[in-house]
């Protein structure tokens, strides 16, 4: 196969060719309820590939990505509401001061040797760190909250991000494909390779020459760089910003869910994770509003009862699986 | 502010801390010994914590009586759990505990919140504003009886682990897995009695908790990422260490809370688990691996 193909068989690459064809067309004559759950999936898809770079390809696993998506998103919403600058420019800002703080946290965990659970953990006490920090901040007006104007959607601005969610859907579609393409090429590189090696056993990766730091560093900047695409859109989407909200826990473990659950290390795991869960959920809604079932919780109940059903049926995730039964993978993947 | 604020406030953090560190000490028994990071150890207190609200509003139970009886149930449901789940999944990749970890307390939050709501609820006994006088000190009462039963139940798991049969038999399990199963241990079920056990403790000091702090269904979380922050600054594995580590902590709130503003003060809580984990990644008491 060619330089572009993700493990998939003949079959797969048809099913999933005709799938982004209809995700392209599908806006003509799909409503705003499915264009808006389609866009939901997307950006799930997109930040659990960014994660999963991290944790599935180079094995250190994260629980404080929603560190990523709160810094880019506050970042560009700062700078679009106080200075005019527009989301896309606000990226080159964003993107790399995230880069630079998952630097940091990488830099001190691996120097001072926090591996496994501990570091686990110090993610997590980041995001924590960020989350009371921003409550605290009275230039994006801490616990308050941050508003983007709202713009009318007759009026569609890509440069400035400010429309109609038909809008969104095409550049969160575009960004999971090209998400997608991104970590294809970097598995398939030198540095995806030794990535794995990492993973699978660090020491036989240093003992055959590997520098384990460098490569880890790489991975934990990769994957808090691509997370930043993902704030942005997700200020730019939402329209608000609150620290409780985009820097809790329960946001970056949200985000990891899919992955895990679609299956870890692989390149459609999250994208078909992204879909189960998404998919999951907005059905459980309309099962739950057409049975007249009107009680808090009970949704996440059920969905954590799949959930629970999922990882004892699938541990190795959805996707590995699925591919097997259904030939879509190429033969010795 | 004179002196004495200071030191009232100061006493009333570490008797506080000590319940925190009886939380955290079930937490630490189960890493130690099975292996398994409890995402849902919070959420687990929160059941205990709605099961003395229930007992005493009910039938007038004080959660001080209800301490054992609500510390056995927890020790059943915990039992049960590592059994019939999570035994399956101790040999597996961390991930996917992980999750299965989360997919249990997203079940326990949302379960509560539909059979309590999403209001706060708490007891109100009838010594809730009793207190004792020790020269300048002015000591509550209630957090003085919370703080001794936690050192009378950490004592109790102590012993437990050290004089009796089983506690060695659990100990074994946790030095050597493959030896343990070697001599003819019943290792499956040695998790399952200290799964339990932790679950025991944090259900044990849920009951104490209830009657210095009200429970929403959403406390959960907040107070398993509380047991890691305790567990890893005293040293995950150490049972004195997780003592220790919530007295640190519960000095570390309740003085930031005074002198700097009182939302921020996790803050300083994070601030020493990341200095921790930095510089004695093994925690305070912790044996370096």
């Known amino acids: ?333 | 502010m004179p002196a004495e604020i200071y030191l009232n406030v100061a006493v009333s953090g570490i008797l506080t801390g000590l319940v925190y560190g009886l939380m955290a000490l079930g937490l630490s028994v189960i890493f130690g010994v099975v292996r398994v990071v409890n995402f849902a150890h919070g959420e687990m207190m929160t059941v205990a914590m709605y099961l003395a609200v229930v007992c005493f509003s009910a039938f007038g139970l004080d959660p001080m009586i209800m301490l054992i009886p609500i510390a056995a149930v927890l020790f059943v449901l915990g039992y049960l759990l590592q059994k019939g789940v999570i035994n399956a999944f101790v040999t597996g990749p961390e991930s996917t505990q992980f999750l299965l970890m989360i997919a249990i307390a997203i079940i326990i939050v949302n379960v509560l919140l539909i059979i309590f709501g999403p209001d706060a609820r708490g007891v109100q006994t009838s010594y809730a504003y009793d207190s004792f006088a020790v020269g300048p000190l002015l000591i509550d009462a209630t957090k003085a009886y919370a703080a001794g039963a936690s050192i009378v139940v950490a004592a109790a798991l102590y012993a437990f682990f050290r004089f009796t049969l089983i506690g060695t038999a659990i100990r074994a399990a946790a030095d050597n897995h493959t030896g343990a199963l070697v001599v003819g241990l019943n290792v499956q079920h040695l998790y399952a009695v200290t799964f339990g056990l932790g679950a025991a403790c944090v259900g044990a000091a849920g009951t104490m908790l209830i009657l210095l702090i009200d429970v929403t269904p959403a406390l959960g979380p907040a107070y398993t990422l509380l047991a890691f922050i305790i567990v890893i600054t005293g040293g995950l594995g150490s049972m004195p260490g997780a003592l220790l580590g919530g007295v640190l902590i519960g000095l570390t709130e309740a003085m930031a809370g005074l002198v700097f503003t009182p939302s921020a003060k996790s803050m300083f809580g994070f601030g020493i688990l990341v200095l921790v984990l930095l510089f004695r990644p093994q925690g305070i008491l912790g044996r370096k691996t």
């Open chain 1, 1 to 333: 196969m060619g330089r572009f193909d993700i493990g998939l068989s003949p079959r797969g690459l048809t099913l999933l060719a005709g799938l982004l064809v209809l995700l392209i067309v599908l806006p003509w004559f799909a409503g705003d309820y499915l264009l808006t759950v389609l866009i939901l999936i997307f950006y799930f898809a997109y930040v659990g590939q960014a994660w999963n770079v991290m944790m599935g390809f180079a094995g250190q696993l994260s629980l404080g990505h929603a560190l990523y998506v709160g810094l880019a998103g506050y970042l560009t919403a700062v700078l679009f509401i106080d200075l005019g600058i527009g989301p896309w420019l606000g990226l080159l800002v964003a993107i790399p001061v995230t880069m630079v703080v998952g630097a940091v946290i990488g830099f001190l965990a691996l120097r001072f040797g926090v591996t496994g659970v501990y570091f686990a953990i110090l993610t997590i006490a980041f995001a924590e760190f960020a989350r009371i920090g921003f409550d605290h901040l009275e230039i994006v007006n801490g616990s308050g909250g941050l508003f983007l104007p709202v713009a009318q959607h007759e009026s569609v601005d890509f440069w400035l991000l400010r429309g109609a969610p038909v809008m969104f859907y095409y550049v969160m579609l575009a960004a999971t494909v090209v998400a997608l393409v991104l970590c294809r090429l970097l598995l398939k590189s030198r540095i995806g390779y030794y990535w794995l090696a990492i993973r699978e056993d660090e020491e036989a990766a240093r003992a055959a020459g590997i520098d384990t730091f460098r490569y880890k560093m790489g991975a934990i900047v990769v994957s808090a760089g691509m997370t930043a695409f993902g704030g942005m859109f997700y200020a730019f989407y939402y329209n608000n910003l609150f620290p409780e909200q985009i820097f809790s826990i329960s946001r970056s473990i949200e985000l990891i869910i899919g992955p895990i659950i679609g299956g870890l290390g692989t390149l459609l795991g999250p994208v078909v994770g992204a879909f189960l869960l998404t998919g999951l959920a907005e059905s459980l809604n309309t099962v739950l509003a057409a049975l007249g079932v009107d009680l808090p919780g009970a949704k996440q109940v059920l969905y954590g009862v799949c959930l629970l059903f999922v990882i004892i049926a699938l541990p190795g995730g959805v996707w590995p699986w699925l591919a097997r039964r259904l030939g879509l993978a190429e033969k010795g993947t």
